[in-house]
């Protein structure tokens, strides 16, 4: 079965430096992986995902995932962090030996400090 | 177009009642995800289906908690004999099997359940 692990369950981070969360996996073949974003009293948001192609991704509000398939890793990143970046970071693998089911991590709290 | 929506949306109930919680999925989405959250906590996963068929049943917490999908479509939540330990958030995400948003869940508002 596939998995993923948040290895920090917080990250402090100054306004205005790079922030990343980290996230590594372990699966059979080749990953589907997702990152999912929880602002304060809202709902859950798809942030960017890694199916195949580049291994930097791209996704919503500047946050960028690099996929290393040598370090079975699958950072989030962001080059300058905001106050309102501060929310809980989610890391998602699909896992294709159970149906296609997506496997959440326990999520990481981002803190950005003003 | 139309998210997931829930319902109710807020919902409090005495210790040892039956709740059901409800659940409209994206139009066309296959796949369909029940969790629970508890305050700012990470997600439990609950149950999984696949069009009516629930291929991971695994994350039920008791034989209280049972789930059903219809039609591919709506899914219902059922608690019986609630406890205070289930008072959560319960978060419903859909997701389509194929295509260019293959993975990605879309989630619902939530329910927030209160056992008093």
């Known amino acids: 079965a596939q998995s993923v692990a948040q290895p920090e369950d917080q990250v402090n981070v100054a306004e205005g430096n790079p922030l990343t969360v980290k996230c590594t996996y372990s699966?059979?073949?080749?990953?589907?992986l997702f990152w999912y974003v929880q602002y304060p009293n809202r709902g859950l948001q798809f942030l960017l995902k890694?199916?195949?192609?580049?291994?930097l991704v791209k996704g919503s509000y500047g946050f960028e995932a690099e996929f290393n398939k040598s370090q079975t890793s699958f950072h989030l990143k962001k080059p300058s962090a905001l106050v309102s970046d501060s929310a809980l970071y989610f890391c998602a693998v699909r896992d294709k030996d159970r149906d296609d089911k997506i496997i959440f991590g326990k999520g990481t709290r981002l803190h950005i400090l003003p | 177009g139309a998210g997931v929506s829930q319902s109710p949306s807020n919902k409090v109930t005495e210790k040892g009642k039956d709740v059901e919680l409800r659940c409209d999925p994206i139009s066309g989405h296959t796949a369909l995800y029940w969790y629970r959250q508890s305050l700012g906590q990470g997600l439990e996963f609950l149950i999984y289906f696949q069009g009516n068929s629930a291929p991971d049943k695994s994350g039920l917490p008791s034989d209280r908690f049972s789930a059903e999908r219809t039609g591919g479509s709506v899914s219902t939540l059922t608690i019986q004999r609630t406890q205070q330990e289930d008072s959560a958030v319960y978060l419903c995400a859909s997701s389509p099997r194929g295509g260019a948003g293959v993975g990605e869940q879309y989630f619902g508002p939530g329910t927030r359940l209160t056992v008093t």
């Open positions: 699966v059979s073949g080749n990953p589907y």
């Open positions: 890694y199916i195949t192609g580049d291994n």
